[in-house]
């Protein structure tokens, strides 16, 4: 019995389907669209960084590591990186990828949302009040009611507005 992904398996098996024959084009033309995209110098250092820790840990020589540097620095294209990167971190670790265009971010739960602002809306008052002491010079008051509220209210910022 074979799959779609294997070749004929006898005189009576077609071979690969159509399908997957289709989504095999489609993945080796995203492929190139992406081989394509030009990297910025903050990726090539990101790169360069990795080479270097490569070296520390003794994955790679002193002339491979100039070598791959050079190359590093002169790429032009995600393609051209990954080609430096070769064999020295697994394809999961080592990507390069951009956010696709036309896909968008998944979808962020509202909930978190909502408690931060109502919390934030109910805390609002006291770091303002403790900011005006604080900046008044009337009293250490405010400037506990800042250090109570304020590391609260952005940390729970942060839970509600995850970075992507």
């Known amino acids: 019995m074979s799959t779609p992904y294997d070749g004929p398996s006898g005189p009576g098996d077609p071979g690969p389907s159509e399908a997957y024959l289709r989504w095999r084009h489609l993945q080796e033309r995203a492929d ?5 995209l030009l990297v910025s110098d903050a990726e090539r250092d990101q790169v360069c960084r990795r080479l270097s820790a490569a070296f520390s840990e003794g994955r790679i020589t ?4 100039d070598e ?7 790429a032009r294209t995600y393609g051209d990186l990954e080609d430096v990167m070769v064999g020295l971190e ?3 670790a080592a990507s390069y990828r951009p956010v696709v265009p036309g896909h968008p971010l998944p979808q962020r739960s509202v909930l978190p949302r909502l408690v931060f602002w109502l919390v934030g809306l109910l805390t609002a008052p006291f770091i303002l009040v403790g900011s005006v002491l604080v900046l008044s ?22 839970w509600s507005h995850p970075r992507t």
């Open 32 to 36: 190139a669209q992406h081989d394509a």
């Open 62 to 65: 002193s002339p491979e590591l």
């Open 68 to 74: 791959r540097t050079s190359r590093a620095l002169a």
């Open 90 to 92: 697994p394809p999961a």
């Open 137 to 158: 010079g009337e009293s250490i008051f405010g400037l506990v009611l800042v250090l109570l509220f304020l590391p609260g209210l952005i940390a729970l910022y942060r």
